[in-house]
């Protein structure tokens, strides 16, 4: 039995495809012909930040077992022509679909581009030149290359050692997408609620706001994401659905395990569109600018760099606005290259508070004959009582200690505002490290 890896990605369009709804179509035409999977399909979120992301920058893999090189080659023709026809119905100029068909254990290269591309820009040359030095890997890109960046990232990252959390994707009937999703808040509420700690980000409490129906005309009808396979079949089964569903699928992910944060040391090495962790000293007090978002800066190693929490992370400004210069911390996110209206920023995700610095302020001295109020004559003049009158030429401000409202803690946005790479923090703690490779029973249905 030979092992084959299939990579693919954007394969999205605004015309209502999706990579992932093109990798179940194929998934299921394989594992009906009774092809052995080995491992769930799996979705590989790349760095959020590159300018030419799909929506949601998600790419796909499939890991299966086949007896000869023939079928390898009937599998190549099938998930090829499969392409076609669906980047045929689904046309999009901007797409560059790419799929990959590599037979046999993975190079490190593809692991190394999948690591980059998780937290960093791939540049196209460096995957094609290393595509075309092996020989093992077969490559389709019908119109444009840059799609098999993700291909290749998608093959790449396995996961097998590095945590991982699955979703459950439902799929609706093509007369149906457009409309509006018919899933019963209720159900989902009560799902949540049952299913608890295994379940991730579903519903938000806060916001009274659904969170596994997406908007917009793509396929899914619902995703629900959470730790274990076999809970999401049983959670799925309680929800209310009012609509006909076409597949379900499975799928193993990189999804909120925060794996497109790259650690570095110092601020002077973070490029644009890097997804960093770097720990620096607020150096500039929040500002909240028009638009709402919240802005500060942050230094380390002699480089310093703006830190923004946008309007959509709705609270979390108001934990953020709580910094002040001398506080120590880790900020976490992608960044933005610099314009002509801010420098190179930080979209921040979360944030460590580390050390809260002891901040003081200058207030006017008390009267020492009332204990009323004084205040300042003029400069180098000194200062006046209010109440009583009394007046020294030599009275200056006194330094007091600011009580400081905020805490040394980890901080993270509401539910609503968590994109698909991001970990919350309940998460901490519950990082995964080993896949068995076993699949349960139904991973894939084909419902209607
Ligand atoms: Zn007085």
Redesign the pocket.
């Known amino acids: 039995m030979i092992k084959v890896h299939i990579g693919v990605d954007d394969v999205d369009s605004i015309n209502g495809g999706c990579t992932t709804h093109y990798a179940v179509k194929l998934a299921w035409m394989l594992y009906s012909r009774g092809v052995k999977f080995l491992d769930y399909p799996n979705i590989v979120r790349l760095n959020p930040a590159i300018p030419w992301k799909t929506r949601g920058n998600g790419a796909v893999a499939l890991r299966i077992l086949v007896e000869s090189e023939d079928s390898i080659n009937d599998i190549w023709e099938l998930a090829s022509s499969t392409l076609d026809e669906y980047s045929g119905v689904f046309r999009d100029s901007k797409k560059q679909p790419g799929l990959i068909l590599h037979i046999g254990d993975i190079p490190w290269f593809f692991k190394f581009i999948a690591e980059k591309a998780l937290y960093d820009l791939v540049p196209l040359e460096l995957v094609d030149r290393l595509l075309v030095k092996s020989n093992s890997t077969r490559v389709y890109s019908p119109s444009g290359r840059r799609g098999l960046i993700g291909a290749v990232a998608a093959v790449g990252c396995t996961m097998e050692t590095s945590d991982h959390t699955y979703e459950l994707l439902a799929y609706r009937k093509q007369e149906y997408w457009g409309s509006r999703r018919c899933v019963s808040e209720g159900s989902v509420i009560a799902v949540d609620r049952e299913y608890g700690d295994y379940l991730i980000l579903n519903y938000d409490y806060e916001y009274g706001r659904v969170l596994i129906t997406p908007r917009g005309p793509d396929p899914v009808l619902l995703g629900l994401r959470g730790e274990d396979p076999i809970v999401l079949l049983e959670a799925y089964k309680k929800l209310e659905i009012c609509e006909p569903v076409d597949y379900t699928c499975l799928f193993r992910t990189n999804q909120h395990t925060d794996a497109h944060l790259h650690s570095v040391d110092s601020i002077c090495s973070i490029r644009p569109y890097m997804c960093v962790k770097v720990n620096g000293i607020v150096s500039s007090r929040p500002i909240r600018i028009p638009g709402g978002h919240v802005v500060f800066k942050i230094c380390s190693g002699g480089c310093c760099i703006d830190v923004a929490a946008y309007e959509p992370t709705k609270s979390f400004r108001d934990i953020v606005e709580k910094l002040r210069e001398g506080d120590l911390v880790e900020v976490m996110g992608c960044t933005r290259p610099p314009s002509s209206r801010h420098g190179l920023t930080i979209n921040l995700e979360k944030i460590v508070v580390r050390e809260v610095a002891r901040v003081v302020e200058y207030v006017n001295p008390k009267?020492?004959?009332?204990?009323?109020t004084?205040e300042s004559v003029g400069r180098g003049k000194g200062f006046r009582?209010?109440?009583?009158?009394?007046r020294d030429q030599y009275a200056s401000k006194t330094p007091v200690y600011v009580e400081r409202d905020l805490k040394p803690g980890i901080y993270e946005p509401p539910r609503i505002a968590f994109k698909h790479l991001m970990k919350p923090i309940s998460r901490f703690g519950r990082e995964k490290r080993v896949f068995s490779g076993v699949l349960v029973d139904g991973f894939i249905q084909r419902v209607g």
């Open positions: 009267c020492p004959r009332c204990g009323g004084m009582c209010r109440r009583c009158g009394y």
